[in-house]
T-cell receptor, first 114, second 117 residues
Framework: DVKVTQSSRYLVKRTGEKVFLECVQD?????MFWYRQDPGLGLRLIYF???????EKGDIPEGYSVSREKKERFSLILESASTNQTSMYLC?????????????FGEGSWLTVV | AQSVAQPEDQVNVAEGNPLTVKCTYS??????LFWYVQYPNRGLQFLLK????DNLVKGSYGFEAEFNKSQTSFHLKKPSALVSDSALYFC???????????????WGLGTSLAVNP
């Protein structure tokens, strides 16, 4: 089974703090994604990466950055956390090469910024 | 533009009754279609997908979905609902025709399914 692991399930951070959300997948997938999920807004793509050190902006990249130094790990960085970044963050991964490939999700990270 | 609509925010059904969660889509070409389920405070779990071939797709936990090209729909169904099916359900689409490996899925906003005992 594919496993996508998000290291932190629940975090509480202060406004202005730098926040790291870590994600690791064990299936050698080329693609990795970060989404945020908010009530009434569904899933919105923040960034995705299709290879090591490669990244592309999603629909809502403002206020976020990402890092992919190793194939299995994809980090989401909030340089200066703000209260409007309080949300559920979901990491996902998939193989490349075929648009019918399934995306697999982690369990999510609940971030509260106070 | 590609889009996915889940016209019902909430669906209520009695345990043992059949359930349907609706999804319609709009893409420029032929679609790949997906259903995911999210239990409270959990990530999304893959249920099933339509790639090609038989319009009726069977997936996990007894769920199935029917691809209807003329109606551009991909409704999720189950013959007999369980209380444990209560969750949030998401439909998603990806356009086959897009050049290259179009990695982005277009998501519906989700439908909350409540199965009453």
């Amino acid at each position: 089974d594919v496993k996508v692991t998000q290291s932190s399930r629940y975090l509480v951070k202060r406004t202005g703090e730098k926040v790291f959300l870590e994600c690791v997948q064990d299936m050698d997938h080329e693609n990795m994604f970060w989404y945020r999920q908010d009530p009434g807004l569904g899933l919105r793509l923040i960034y995705f990466s299709y290879d090591v050190k490669m990244k592309e902006k999603g629909d809502i990249p403002e206020g976020y950055s990402v890092s992919r130094e190793k194939k299995e790990r994809f980090s989401l960085i909030l340089e200066s956390a703000s209260t409007n970044q309080t949300s559920m963050y979901l990491c996902a991964s998939s193989q490349t090469g075929y648009s019918g490939n399934t995306i697999y999700f982690g369990e999510g990270s609940w971030l509260t910024v106070v | 533009a590609q889009s996915v609509a889940q016209p019902e925010d909430q669906v209520n059904v009695a345990e043992g009754n059949p359930l349907t969660v609706k999804c319609t889509y709009s893409v420029s070409g032929n679609p790949y279609l997906f259903w995911y389920v999210q239990y409270p405070n959990r990530g999304l779990q893959f249920l099933l997908k339509y790639i090609t071939g038989d319009n009726l797709v069977k997936g996990s936990y007894g769920f199935e979905a029917e691809f209807n090209k003329s109606q551009t729909s991909f409704h999720l169904k189950k013959p007999s609902a369980l209380v444990s099916d209560s969750a949030l359900y998401f439909c998603a689409v990806r356009d086959k025709v897009k050049a290259g490996n179009n990695r982005k899925l277009i998501w519906g906003l989700g439908t909350s399914l409540a199965v009453n005992p």
